[in-house]
């Protein structure tokens, strides 16, 4: 037989496949190695043939198949095949996501353990057994323990009788030790007992609609607390139950120990986690346990869309509208896209959910194409955390220069007398790098915003984020004279310091992404938050979202505009996501929940709408927005980003792509609603200059212009300019 091989070299340009022959019997989706350009290469078999139009002195033979098992089937290579088409990839890229990365080069390998049990070749009966070990009685305990627990480890063995009880009993044949293949469970430390509620009437009826339309496309809106996990694993029970398999996305950082809980206790070994943080070793069984059938909901962050999984009866995309479902690095794709692909597949079923759908979303379903479901209560009427805006230039001109409302410090005392919990946010999606004058304190602010002013290194000057205002760098303090800087981030750590001279016994614990590099911390904080060992949780991003406190009762967003900042069309979008997400941790319990939202823009419709957590009134307005000033979903942005070492070579490979681009705006002139080239905002990054390409297509010839402008945008020119080419880009920095 022939065998096209797709050869797996990092960093090269060769995204073909070559012909080998095997004797063996393969399969499309197998891995193997093959000799190529002189070394020996990995590869993974895309095609099996009777002919090839390779000579036969050139055809070479597959060197070895490096695994019992495909990696991928016929339907993941046209999923494969599908998003190179729609993003631009290369398939090695794409088949790459396929698979546990460790798998590649062999870095992981399946842990085989031995255990030891009775010979059953030995005629003897225990007793006998135990005549012959008359003077040892280490050996004789041994034969007891297994001829009553049956077969056990023997590393457990060894430690308990004696690693030379063991061996002799081997070698006398009467015990016999055999290998097998042990799983390695992630975070085994997290189960417990299933606490399962009787559905109520609005849950019902979301899941009757979801179960009654199998193949069906649907947008899940409900409010923060409105019980929406509860009806994923309803409808993930009954799909299982009925012999298929579902894949349940959450944006990675939510995937907290609590949600992993929920369902492990629910559906036990059946369910199998796929995240980044897991070891090697762990991803690697988790991803075996859904390939062999053992577990059939697969639950992880974006690349769990690729789950090795067989007549998949759903997916579930839940905080549909995080930006972590469009991936910005190279392979870029977006999982929303891939879902349905996935979907039309085996006509399974499709449950987009969200307390603040993206704008996209919304309008399909506006438009018919998602069907639109929805929980607008909380849990048993449980009221929405009620919400106050502290107005923080107010509080400047009244003489509070510190992070806190006077408004917050109130509501906090409040919350920690009664006992309960608070959660204080730190938007560092603007992070800021602020001037302080180490002896006197003082702060270097906007004259005209009172917003603290942001270090720009790079240009050495201070610039407000607000009204963009560029002021010099300082030299010396305007208070004290003082010549003494701090420069630092108004950061999750001086918050705890603040709260700990504040309230000396309380108890505060810190999550951001300092103090969660290993997965394991990550799990440890939110567990002892969770246990109460701490009555203040500070935090960014990370504490947004998926968390179920119920002694959380107040909420505090200490900057609450500073995603506004930005100058990007999604700015607002955001914002108003974060702040409703953000506020729905509040009093989710039985106690109702309060949040204090500090802003320095106390009018802004988002934050308006966002205090009243009113999603359809900021839809309206914000969609109305967008189609007005034709940005996305009422057009498309392309950016093509170019960055390199070398300032000139970058702006030499623009300068000629841009002229081809600009041949092809004169043939589709109507359907470029913009173009122009530019210095990114972010101008240099990790040593590489940066520019960029914008421009602004209607979304109808979207596809068309974009495949002949990957013709020009593919040709390198110059060497060491990196060339990116994004569709509606993430952010625009
Ligand atoms: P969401 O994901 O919509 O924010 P959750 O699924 O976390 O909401 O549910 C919020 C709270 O309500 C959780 O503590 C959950 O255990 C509880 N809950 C969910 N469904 C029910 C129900 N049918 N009866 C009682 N409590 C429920
Ligand atoms: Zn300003
Ligand atoms: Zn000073």
Redesign the pocket.
Known sequence: MIYSVIVDISNSQVDRVFDYTSDDQLEVGQRVEVQFAHRKVEGFVVDCKETTDCPPEKLKSISKCLDEFTVFDEKMLKLGRYMCQKYHLRLIDVLRLFLPPQMRGNRVRVLSRKQATISSQCPLTLEEMLEKCSRAPKQQQLLTYIAQHGATLSAQLSEQFGASALKSLVEKGLVSEQEIVVKRTPYSGVSGTDTR????QS?QNVVNSIMSEPGQKFLLH?V???????VYMNVIEQVVNSGKTCIMLVPEISLTPNMLRLFRNRFGDCVAILHSGLSAGERFDEWMRLREGEARIAIGARSAIFAPLDNIGIVIIDEEHDSSYISDFNPRYNTIDVAKYRCSQYNSTLVLGS?TPSLESFLAAQRGQLKLLSLPER??HRPLPTVEIADMAMERRSGNKGLFSDLLKQRMTETLEKGNQVILFLNRRGYSSFLMCTKCGYVARCADCDVTLTVHREDNELKCHYCHKRYRMLTQCPECGSSAFRQGKMGTQQVVELLNAMYPDVKVLRMDADTTQNKESHVKILTAFANQQAQILVGTQMIAKGH?F?NVTLVGILDGDQSLYYSDYLATERTFQLLTQVA?RSG??TQAGRVVLQTYTPTHYCLQLAAKQDYLGFYKREINLREASLFPPFSTIVRVLYSGENEKDCIKQLTIHYNGINDLKEQYDTDFLYLDKMRCPLKRAEKKYRFQILMKLSVDKTDEILQKLYDVTDKSDVKGVTVFVERNPQNLS
């Open positions: 509620h009787s559905l109520t849950q409900g923060t607390g409105s019980g929406k996990t509860e307390a849990i048993n179920d119920p729905g989710r319990d």
